[in-house]
């Protein structure tokens, strides 16, 4: 069983930045496709951002390009998610997913993933 933990979330003025963190899936970290999403209070959970196995092609959704930027280490089994210039509106639980499938990381936006983190609340006060 692949266990994935978010950590770093918090209160951040808007306009600031915070990085939220996921460990796991341990050895084989390199197997998996990486993503980040986000569920807004009374809202569906949406994607924010994904990377792949190797680290070399990122993919982000229009709403966070050019603010946020995913990342993953290999020798720490952790994919980041840094966020700048935060606005209020992307106040939400950030949870991280795990995929090991080659169907693309575009497409992990939109269809069911293996593995999911248990979430970080991130709140950006106005």
């Known amino acids: 069983q692949v266990q994935l933990v978010e950590s770093g979330g918090g209160l951040v003025q808007a306009g600031g930045s915070l990085r939220v963190s996921c460990a796991g899936p341990?050895?084989?970290?390199?197997?998996?496709?990486m993503g980040w999403f986000r569920q807004a209070p009374g809202k569906y959970r949406e994607f924010v951002a994904a990377i792949s196995k190797s680290g070399a092609y990122t993919y982000y959704a229009d709403s966070v390009k050019g603010r946020f930027t995913i990342s993953r280490d290999y020798a720490k089994n952790t994919v980041y998610l840094q966020m700048n210039s935060l606005k209020p509106e992307d106040t939400a639980v950030y949870y991280c997913?795990?995929?090991?499938?080659?169907?693309?990381?575009?497409?992990?936006?939109?269809?069911?993933?293996?593995?999911w983190g248990t979430g970080t609340l991130v709140t950006v006060s106005s």
């Open positions: 341990g050895r084989t970290f390199s197997s998996y496709d």
């Open positions: 997913a795990a995929d090991g499938s080659r169907l693309g990381i575009e497409t992990m936006k939109s269809r069911n993933l293996e593995y």
